[in-house]
């Protein structure tokens, strides 16, 4: 029995997602997965400049508007957000930032930057479900792009969220369209066919057997598909007022030419 077969029916039998896609991240570091890639000294130094962007979904810029007006003395938490990317961006323009993230590796990438460039950073490491090392009220914006994919559960997300959320601060959020998750992928990355295979929700560990995941994602991370209920009303359920909302199509995928791929959401904590 192979190293990965076992640990495949090691998460089926007590669901630890999160260590395993923790050392997934780690490797996803080591192969340069494109969202591990660190910005330049460049692009730092122009957000000190005040001209700076960051992405939620694709490559797509957030709206300026999404974000206070002046990032300067605001606490921000980049919430599954490590890879030395959006973090480091966003300290450069001002902002008291944490960068919180399951993968050790990615958050080496956010202290690299930090390093190199002179940026006043923090950085821990967790489940995005538990977010009990902060305090009530501590952050006036939770970044967390495209992540929550790899999170079995969501609405403890939104939870911790909207507790560690100062009245009237914004989450903004970048998830995947469940809807791709019917396709085989497999099938799609090998020949570009588009053929419906699976119901959802979808999860790796309940829809592929460990030969189906190994030989299609290797040691990939798992990945869980979630429902727009889980996404949209699991904010609104937590106190949260949705104010913004964007889509767009994967930049990586053949649905591209038929539906978004991403979506992302705006919303603001009552009180």
């Given amino acids: ?14 669901s630890d997602i999160v260590s395993y896609n923790s050392a997934a991240w780690d490797r996803e570091v080591a192969q340069g997965n494109e969202w591990t ?26 709206k300026r ?8 003395g605001k606490d921000v938490l980049c919430l599954a957000s490590g890879g030395g990317q959006q973090g480091p961006t966003l300290a450069a323009a001002g902002a008291n930032v944490t960068v919180f993230d399951n993968s050790a590796a990615q958050l080496e990438r956010d202290r690299f930057v930090a390093v190199r460039d002179g940026l006043d950073l ?13 305090a009530d009220a501590s952050f006036d914006l939770i970044f967390n792009p495209v992540s929550n994919v790899f999170c079995p559960e969501l609405r403890p997300v939104w939870r911790e969220c909207a507790r560690v959320l100062r009245p009237g601060g914004a989450l903004l959020v970048g998830f995947m369209n469940p809807d791709l998750y019917i396709f085989d992928t497999a099938l799609m990355d090998k020949t570009g066919e588009l ?3 699976f119901s959802l929700p979808y999860s790796d560990a309940a829809h592929l057997t460990p030969e189906e995941k190994e030989a299609a994602f290797g040691d990939a991370p ?34 591209a030419k038929y539906m978004p791929g991403y979506f992302a959401t705006r919303a603001v904590k009552g009180g």
């Fill in 195 to 197: 053929k419906v295979r």
């Fill in 222 to 255: 798992f990945e869980f598909s979630h429902t727009m209920t889980e996404q949209i009303a699991g904010q609104l359920e937590a106190g949260f007022v949705i104010t913004g909302f964007e889509e767009l199509p994967h930049h990586a995928s053949e649905t």
């Fill in 65 to 72: 508007a999404w974000f206070p007006a002046d990032l300067r």
């Fill in 1 to 14: 029995m192979s190293h990965f077969f076992s640990y495949f029916l090691f998460i089926m039998n007590t």
């Fill in 37 to 62: 890639q660190s910005v330049s000294s460049e692009v730092i130094a122009r957000a000190r400049r005040g001209d700076w962007s960051v992405v939620l979904i694709g490559h797509q810029p957030v």
């Fill in 122 to 134: 923090r950085t821990m490491q967790g489940d995005m479900r538990d977010l009990s090392m902060f």
